[in-house]
Nanobody, 119 residues
Framework: QVQLVESGGGLVQPGGSLRLSCAPS????????MGWYRQAPGKQRTRVAL???????DYADSVKGRFFISRDNANNTIHLQMNSLKPEDTAVYYCIIESRSRYFSRDYWGKGTLVTVSS
C-alpha cells in the first residue's frame, strides 16, 4: 500500500520559516490534486493549501501571502514553504493526495509532521 512520507517539521521561532515536503512511497494513478491540512491541539483538521494538476493553488485565508505550495510532477512530491510563522500556526501538518477517476475515488494521507512555533 502506498504511503505518503512527510518531512521538514520542527521547532521554529515566531517570524521564522520552515519547508515541508511530502512524497509517496509508490505510484499513485489519476492524481487530481495534492495539498496540506493541519490540526492544532483540540481543533478540527482544516485545509491549508491545495494545488491542482494544472498548477492552480488555493490557500486558507489565514496563510495567504505567507505559505506557498509547490509540486514536482516528475515524482509527485509536494512542498509547503512556510514564512513569517506565527504561534497560531502550531499544528500537526498532514499531506494529502487526491486520486479521482470515473469509477474510483481515494484520498491518501500522510501520518503528519509536527510544526511548533514558539520563542
Amino acid at each position: 500500500q502506498v504511503q505518503l512520507v512527510e518531512s521538514g517539521g520542527g521547532l521554529v521561532q515566531p517570524g521564522g520559516s520552515l519547508r515541508l515536503s511530502c512524497a509517496p512511497s509508490g505510484t499513485i494513478d489519476n492524481i487530481n490534486a495534492m495539498g496540506w491540512y493541519r490540526q492544532a491541539p483540540g481543533k478540527q483538521r482544516t485545509r491549508v493549501a491545495l494545488i491542482t494538476n494544472s498548477g492552480s493553488a488555493d490557500y486558507a485565508d489565514s496563510v495567504k501571502g505567507r505559505f506557498f505550495i509547490s509540486r514536482d510532477n516528475a515524482n509527485n512530491t509536494i512542498h509547503l514553504q512556510m514564512n513569517s510563522l506565527k504561534p497560531e500556526d502550531t499544528a500537526v501538518y498532514y499531506c494529502i493526495i487526491e486520486s479521482r477517476s470515473r469509477y474510483f475515488s481515494r484520498d491518501y494521507w500522510g501520518k503528519g509532521t509536527l510544526v511548533t512555533v514558539s520563542s
